[in-house]
């Protein structure tokens, strides 16, 4: 078992991708410190040092060794500290959930950023693009409680924090994920009655205030 | 061991993509049943349904079951045929890999594309942004024979095949990587070497040639 001096996670409280690192060490039990980054303010050295190609959150030091990229911070967790299992078992399992974290990556927060970022014929755009990704996770998540299946793991803790952005993408979006997609919603509740999702997520409405203030510094009324 | 009718491969000669599944399986030995997808003459329904999302090659389909993204389908050949191993036994060294080969995946194709596809200022742009990448794996190679060190791995997978693209980068770009980056053409050579490789990847002429036409099919001229 790690000592806490050992795990430092430089941090952001709003970042999707930093919360993605604090669920997963939730689950296994593992303790770690952690930094919350400045980055308006500017950002630390360490950081900068750690993460030179990127400059982003999260960064992971496990005895100094720096890691970056939530995902492949979350995979290391998985191969460091076995128990419970986050990945399933099998191979063509662990491709497919690997596949559907990928997909999440390459789409969620990037569209919904569109969201809030444009007006007109590029916010339809987006909101059309956004929910038609949603869609393929309710498909990907079809009857299933979680996206592995009976219990809560790899790709859940990839997806569940993207959620708490879902709330300015409604306001600015002027939609509702409960409606356009009805299989999603329920996964997101289930998710938060989890106690490492719960105590880890930031509230909704914090992020939507984040998201104003985000707008004013890019020049959108 | 596999059957050879049990794992099939939907491929297209040209792709940097499929041609790192193909090496993976030529480290591994197994043997697979190889389909020549008609990318201009329609995707096989086959294709289509079994990579519905991007609709791209390449599949891998290992008893009827379906995998995409070609970073993916070699980390699922290295777990299902453990020897000899891919990936770096480490969890860090791991990490280290994945990141590289996340990079990878982000940049390179991409970026070298806009060579091919721009002209003026974009395409200066894209030359440079291309020579910055590869410093930065020539970073991430340091005197190291190979990525992981002494023996040929997975990052080497994810990158060599895309280097058959270069020769049209260069000839678009009035550039050569020799002389960029002379720390990284003779990884290039050191992994031409190897038999995997060598048998797997295209004359990079034949691959400029299937360039100019694709210049051609985008009106450039």
Redesign the interface.
């Known amino acids: 078992m790690a000592t806490k001096g050992d795990v430092l996670l430089l941090d952001f409280w709003v970042s999707p991708f930093c919360n993605r690192v604090k669920i997963a060490f939730a689950e296994k039990g593992v303790p770690y410190e952690d930094k919350e980054e400045d980055l308006f303010g500017g950002k630390s050295d360490l950081l900068l040092k750690s993460n030179p190609?990127y400059q982003k959150v999260p960064v992971l030091l496990?005895g100094g060794?720096p890691?970056?990229?939530s995902t492949?911070?979350v995979?290391?967790i998985d191969?460091?500290w076995a128990s419970p299992p986050l990945l399933p078992s099998s191979?063509?399992d662990?491709?497919?959930a690997?596949?559907w974290a990928?997909?999440i990556d390459k789409k969620v927060f990037d569209i919904g950023s569109s969201i809030w970022k444009t007006k007109g014929d590029e916010l339809e755009a987006a909101k059309k693009e956004f929910i038609e990704i949603l869609k393929?996770l309710e498909g990907a998540l079809g009857d299933k409680d979680y996206f592995g299946g009976d219990s809560f793991g790899f790709v859940d803790i990839i997806a569940i924090p993207l959620t708490t952005w879902f709330l300015a993408y409604e306001k600015f979006g002027d939609f509702k994920v409960e409606e356009k997609c009805p299989k999603f919603a329920p996964w997101i509740k289930r998710c938060l009655e989890r106690e490492s999702v719960a105590k880890t997520l930031p509230d909704p409405q914090q992020v939507y205030e984040f998201v104003i203030m985000m707008r004013k510094m890019h020049g959108i009324e």
Chains 1, 2 share one sequence.
């Open positions: 190609i496990h060794k890691m970056c990229e492949n911070i995979l290391y191969e460091t191979p063509y662990r491709a497919r690997r596949f990928d997909f393929y």
